[in-house]
């Protein structure tokens, strides 16, 4: 196998919008038919070995073959992903998808797998996505030893870039650093929290309030059955929208994100809320345009957390990652440098395989086929000696070529070792 075989077919969200990647995704209705799918790609363009990797703002298909990769091949590959794709896409697929190989490809696939190719760079979760994917397509018998050479250096690489750079440092999502301020705040785990509004904002601040064992949430949301859906994730309970203004057990903590186009949140219905306590409330604000109103802030003293003031510390964080990159790409350039190496040494070490089975056969055969006359005349302490000599001889010759072959790939000279020299007296 040489490098230049690995190709990659790729769209991701710098070369198209995300939702026209779902277009280039391998359709499936559920994971038997997606392994169908998968093996009949692999079979109709004669692929020697093939991994595929969906996610929310990229679709993969690495894979190993000898011939060169072009436009014509990629046409005729995303035509089969999906019949429904247009013949002016297809003849233009150089716009929408990564066409690459050899070294390319490599170094693609590992800046994918450190998150330096993610649409938020440094987020890790990209790299736990390749390995199930590895898996699965392990499990179903589409990858081979070259892939997994591929796969498995490219996730050493990453873990080298995460632990030697901060490019994972500074979170960058919104609902992340909301949590993380809250958190600053010292909330105690009993302390009484009103998520109000149940969509996939509030969704996320759900998953960060389970990690953190807070339990006593009250859920409020238009639509009851959503509130009620999300509070059950919460062991919490859930209220309509239009319960929020009779709600008298008072709060610690408010979480507010709903889809309302203007202030929910106003002075009157926050006094009544407040149920007459004065201490500082933490207020956190995840809509757009603002669910608590201006008058409110000022009028109560309160811990105000809102939206654009996490959006530019976000930027900040982001800008922070980005910096971490080209010491990521320095970490990286290593690897895919002696990718080569290890491809080489790999197809050695395949090659060596047989030779120890072929040398203790040559041993069997010469003990009881060709010298077998003269072994049956021996007594049974020449013939032990015998068996002991030619069992040192096999491994004597199993181990030459394997450190010959060590050598080439090292570049270091084969070390033989010196007979001693007879003692010369007078």
């Not at 960060?208 to 949301?221: C, P």
């Not at 013939?383 to 450190?403: H, N, S």
């Amino acid at each position: 196998m040489m490098i230049q075989e690995f190709k990659i077919l790729t769209v991701t969200h710098k070369q198209t919008n995300l939702s026209a990647i779902e277009d280039f995704v391998l359709k499936a209705a559920d994971e038997v038919a997606l392994q169908e799918r998968l093996a009949h790609l692999k079979a109709q363009f004669d692929l020697e070995e093939l991994f595929y990797l969906p996610t929310c703002n990229r679709v993969m298909y690495l894979f190993t073959m000898s011939r060169p990769l072009d436009a014509h091949f990629a046409g005729h590959f995303f035509q089969f992903v999906n019949p429904a794709l247009t013949i002016d896409t297809l003849e233009r697929i150089e716009d929408t998808a990564l066409l690459l190989e050899g070294e390319a490809a490599i170094n693609h696939l590992f800046e994918v797998s450190a998150s330096i190719d993610s649409m938020v760079v440094g987020e890790r979760q990209i790299l736990g996505q390749l390995r199930e994917a590895y898996d699965r397509c392990l499990a179903w018998g589409l990858t081979g030893d070259n892939l997994r050479l591929a796969i498995q250096n490219a996730v050493i690489s990453a873990k080298e870039v995460y632990a030697q750079t901060r490019i994972g440092e500074k979170p960058v999502s919104i609902v992340s650093l909301a949590v993380q301020k809250m958190m600053r705040n010292n909330l105690s785990r009993e302390a009484r929290i009103l998520l109000i509004g149940a969509g996939q904002t509030n969704a996320l601040v759900a998953k960060f309030l389970t990690k953190h064992d807070f339990s006593r949430i009250t859920v409020f949301n238009r639509s009851l059955e959503k509130a009620e859906q999300l509070a059950a994730t919460l062991g919490g309970r859930a209220l309509p929208l239009t319960a929020l203004a009779a709600y008298r057990e008072g709060f610690d903590c408010m979480i507010v994100c709903t889809g309302a186009t203007e202030a929910i949140i106003t002075p009157e219905l926050y006094a009544q809320l407040l149920q007459g306590e004065q201490d500082k409330k933490l207020v956190i604000d995840l809509s757009i345009p603002n669910n608590v109103h201006r008058a409110t802030t000022a009028a109560f003293p309160m811990q105000y957390i809102e939206i654009d003031d996490l959006r530019q510390l976000a930027k900040e964080n982001l800008a922070f990652r980005e910096q971490e990159i080209a010491k990521a790409q320095k970490l990286l350039a290593a690897y895919i440098k002696n990718f080569p190496d290890a491809l080489r040494h790999r197809r050695v070490e395949l090659a060596l395989r047989a030779i120890p089975e072929e040398v203790r056969a040559v041993k069997e055969k010469a003990i009881n086929e060709v010298f077998k006359k003269e072994v049956a005349g021996l007594d049974a302490p020449t013939r032990e000696l015998l068996e002991r000599m030619m069992t040192y001889m096999e491994k004597k010759c199993v181990g030459i070529p394997m450190k010959v072959a060590k050598a080439s790939m090292t570049g270091a000279p084969v070390k033989q070792k010196q007979p001693k020299q007879e003692l010369i007296t007078a």
